[in-house]
């Protein structure tokens, strides 16, 4: 038997999914995240999963892991000491940035500058240069980068960043130097820009290449410990880490490029999101993947995931794909609060996380959350992780009450309350990928997952106006399962920079063969078959005298008659449909970009009993829900015992080891032939 393990890491719980390849029978388990050590609860929950299967260890073929460790370490300001060696003149790149300054008009009064990653007292100048083609001009100083990279190293730099002028053209100035480095500072690890992201524009392609000797350290020991660990327990499968633009690379090159990795932890959901997806039949998805601590939005369009060429993290915008996801700080662990100042309601960001979380946890927590909201309104019944774990009602009710007294309404009100302003903020961010970049929402379904999402998809899909309101199977592991079904993922880029009138198809189409060559190499050096290999490519194409690119989609075919004319009529319409203009200028064609990827894991799925549509045999109790003002009757159902074809009105919740559903009134949940519950409007 063939098994993957798919284990994501989240700020309240480690989730594990354990699939068997060859007949696609799963175990899942849920455990409490080890903050101070991921890797603790990582290896407690493959015990734990592997006894449940009676699977050992030497059993799991492949091991596959997202993760948060890059992002916390920037987020918390626990990155390296990175040093920067740079180009003669150019030791303020990192403080000059860009001018751009988020927010409104009076963020340039009060928006503090972030501290960047690598400071000034940490950079060094070297002599040498190259020209805007790549040949040098001026040689190296090999005397001048001794004396300069001995200042690193008397400051104690616990990693390097090399980024020289125009070295996306010509990489030999920055090899020469990584050399010397190596040989002066041997056991402090080496970023070189032309390697990180081989583009133009000086700035980005610096801050991007320091954000990866920044995390360097922090991931390396961490993959490294794990991977020592796993292999302790007789693990020999191989171990790969989720890229944050939803695909996979092996554990070995993460420790090189880990700032690939920094949405590692959010693109696990919309892997998994793709495959339920497949399965029910729905090709336009808006996610919503609600967490303890945050929630993380996307939105997939006719099977394929957005994805961008920035990653966010905080203040910190690198230079690397990602899929697009927003974050808002609306979980389950959210903190309710009434400030003083304004006597008004506010939800998170701050989040009680895995400890001391929720009051209803009985784990010390006594301030209102999410959580505790829901538990008040009934929608959150006592029983968790199939009973494992059972929730404190009256310290739930307890801490809302603080909430409701400093408003001066009642208990069900003050938690309505809650769960009307989280729900809200979930819109927000909906409408941010969707509305905001020229989709109708009303156009896509809506699937809720994670330990939180089912119990609020049906809710904000009514503010929406997507549907079907989609709660898949296992909803809380869907992060591992995408985990466990994704595959290998790698890209390369190469800045051309040429307007449409001096570009030609023939230097197109010979630089992206080149670029394939490359990436090829790379994935069969990761074990991937060279007949399972498939190829994508983009342009990023801008109107002469922008400012910015938009990512077109070509095909190598396109290039033997008329591609470049081609591409340039569909950058108009994809124009147009952004930004509802088009300029009189040039078109330019500025990065070439190449996609090489895996063979799609082949999953089988399991279809459920086929039932007659009436959900009696899995009913457990009749129940009370808050809504519309008052109590109502509702049914508690056990997602196990659902049929297909079951329909379930709402009021209901449905319950499962991993996740709650909620099913309001006026709507009707529909259960499809593989356990996916579907939810509508009456």
Not at 220 to 241: F, K, T
Not at 327 to 334: D, E, H, L, W
Request: glycine share 10%.
């Amino acid at each position: 038997m063939a098994y993957r393990l798919g284990v994501d890491v989240g700020g309240t719980f480690t989730d594990l999914l354990l699939l068997n390849s060859e007949t696609g029978e799963f175990w899942r388990n849920k455990t409490p995240s080890t903050p101070h050590d991921s890797s603790e609860g990582v290896l407690y929950g493959v015990n734990a999963i592997c006894g449940m299967a009676g699977v050992s260890a030497e059993e799991i073929e492949v091991f596959l892991h997202g993760t948060t460790v890059a992002t916390n370490a920037v987020l918390e300001g626990k990155g390296a000491m990175v040093g920067l060696v740079t180009t003669e003149g150019y030791r303020q790149v990192m403080q000059i940035a860009r001018s751009l300054v988020p927010g409104g008009l009076a963020a340039w009064i009060v928006w503090p500058k972030p501290e960047p990653l690598a400071k000034l007292e940490n950079t060094v100048e070297i002599k040498g240069r190259l020209d805007a083609s790549g040949a040098e001009i001026r040689p190296l100083d090999e005397a001048d980068i001794r004396r300069q990279l001995a200042v690193l190293k008397h400051l104690g730099v616990e990693a390097i960043t090399i980024s020289l002028m125009n070295a996306y053209l010509n990489g030999a100035h920055e090899r020469r130097v990584a050399e010397i480095a190596a040989e002066l500072m041997p056991d402090v690890p080496l970023s070189l820009s032309h390697v990180v992201l081989p583009e133009m524009q000086e700035y980005e392609r610096t801050l991007t290449t320091v954000a990866n000797a920044a995390v360097r350290p922090v991931v390396g020991r961490y993959v490294r410990n794990l991977r020592h660990s796993l292999r302790e327990l007789g693990m020999a499968g191989r171990i790969a880490l989720l890229r944050s633009d939803g695909g996979l690379m092996s554990s070995e090159k993460s420790e090189e490029h880990p700032v690939s990795l920094l949405m590692s932890g959010p693109a696990g959901g919309v892997t998994g999101a793709l495959w339920v997806a497949r399965n029910s039949g729905l090709r336009n998805i808006l996610t919503l993947d609600v967490g303890g601590t945050s929630t993380d939005v996307a939105l997939i369009e006719n099977g394929e995931p957005r994805r961008v060429r920035t990653t966010d993290v905080g203040h910190l915008t690198v230079r690397a794909s990602s899929l697009d996801v927003k974050t808002v700080g609306a979980g389950g662990g959210s903190i309710a609060k009434v400030p003083e100042l304004t006597r008004a309601l506010r939800v998170g960001p701050e989040s009680a996380g895995a400890a001391p979380g929720p009051a209803a946890y009985g784990k010390g927590g006594t301030q209102a959350t999410v959580t505790d909201a829901n538990v008040v309104l009934g929608y959150l019944p006592e029983n968790l992780l199939g009973g494992a774990f059972k929730l404190d009602r009256a310290a739930a009710q307890t801490a809302v009450q603080t909430v409701a007294d400093a408003l001066g309404v009642d208990l069900y009100e003050a938690a309505r309350g809650i769960i009307d302003i989280v729900n809200e903020n979930m819109f927000g961010a909906l409408r941010m990928i969707s509305v905001q970049q020229g989709y109708d929402p009303r156009d896509f379904a809506l699937m809720g997952f994670g330990g939180a999402g089912p119990l609020h998809v049906n809710a904000v899909a009514k503010l929406m106006g997507s549907w079907p309101a989609v709660s898949p199977v296992s909803p809380g592991v869907l992060c591992a399962l995408g985990d466990a079904t994704t595959r290998m993922r790698t890209e390369t880029a190469r800045s051309y920079s040429r307007r449409k009138s001096a570009a030609t198809d023939a230097e197109v189409l010979a630089t992206f063969e080149d670029m394939t060559r490359q990436i090829q190499e790379e994935l069969i050096g990761d074990g991937v078959a060279a007949g399972d290999i498939t190829m994508s490519y983009e342009i990023d194409v801008r109107y002469h005298g922008q400012a910015f690119e938009v990512p077109m989609a070509v095909s190598l075919e396109g290039f033997s008659d008329g591609g470049l004319a081609r591409l340039a009529e569909a950058f108009d319409e994809e124009h147009r449909r952004l930004f509802t203009f088009n300029m009189d200028a040039e078109h330019e064609f500025v990065n070439l970009r190449a996609v090489a990827m895996g063979q799609v894991q082949e999953i089988p799925s399991l279809e459920i009993e086929r039932g007659d549509g009436d959900p009696r045999l899995a009913k457990v109790r009749d129940h009370k829900v808050w809504v519309d003002g008052g109590f109502r009757e509702a049914v508690i159902y056990d997602r196990a015992k659902l049929r297909a074809g079951d329909r379930i009105a709402g009021p209901a919740v449905v319950v499962e080891m991993d996740s709650t559903t909620l099913v309001l009134p006026d709507c009707v949940a529909v259960v499809d032939a593989f356990g996916t519950i579907l939810i509508n409007p009456v």
